[in-house]
């Protein structure tokens, strides 16, 4: 069973349109999670890190925790098409490690 | 502060044959994982060292193994390569092992033919 569940999409939306990202894990024991853009052929960037629950605001970018549903979402603002790209989820569990599970990763394409 | 660096960029070589792969952290950082990502399975993790340490291993084979030096470059081997080894190696950094952001170097391709 994977732990870490995302849409693969293609997600498209609008330029200047809000999109909504998603994600599930299954370990109640991760503690904190990671949202990665990665465009085609490059390495994933961190973009944002969320580790309590509630919202988790930096710039057009807003990451959203609910460990008790298990779910963690990122909304990106003003979407322009330099955004396109695959956002990857990614959790770690608790204890001394830095293993992140990911998620598949959701396509996101920003229409001009 | 330069990123993670990783070397060589793109490799090939022929089944059977091994391949080391080089990352160099970010400075300061004692924390070094590596992943590797396919297009069918996406990115998953290989292991982690911490001031020289492996602390957590991947599910993967024997064939893949790694360390790390006292300065925190990192180094993989895969012996007695295969065709389902090809994929894009990444490495990634960070200050240590809790509650830390990681940040991933462009990653090494490798091709098996």
């Known amino acids: 069973q994977k732990e870490v569940e995302q849409n693969s999409g293609p997600l498209s939306v609008p330029e200047g349109a809000i999109a909504s990202l998603n994600c599930t894990y299954s370990d109640r024991g991760s503690q904190s999670f990671f949202w990665y853009r990665q465009y085609s052929g490059k390495s994933p960037e961190l973009i944002m890190s969320i580790y309590s629950n509630g919202d988790k605001e930096d710039g057009r970018f807003t990451a959203q925790l609910n460990k008790a549903s298990q779910y963690v979402s990122l909304l990106i603002r003003d979407s322009q098409p330099s955004d396109s790209a695959t956002y990857l989820c990614?959790?770690?569990?608790?204890?001394?490690?830095?293993?992140?599970?990911f998620g598949t990763g959701t396509l996101l394409a920003v229409q001009p | 502060k330069a990123g993670v660096t990783q070397t060589p960029r793109y490799l090939i070589k022929t089944r059977g044959q091994q391949v080391t792969l080089s990352c160099s952290p970010i400075s300061g950082h004692r924390s070094v994982s590596w992943y590797q990502q396919t297009p069918g399975q996406g990115l998953q993790f290989l292991f982690e060292y911490f001031s020289e340490t492996q602390r957590n291993k991947g599910n993967f084979p024997g064939r893949f193994s790694g360390r790390q030096f006292s300065n925190s470059r990192s180094e993989m081997n895969v012996s007695t390569l295969e065709l389902g080894d090809s994929a894009l190696y990444l490495c990634?950094?960070?200050?240590?092992?809790?509650?830390?952001?990681?940040?991933f170097g462009p990653g090494t391709r490798l091709t098996v033919t």
């Open positions: 990614a959790a770690r569990g608790g204890g001394a490690t830095n293993k992140l599970i």
């Open positions: 990634a950094s960070s200050p240590g092992t809790i509650s830390y952001e990681q940040y």
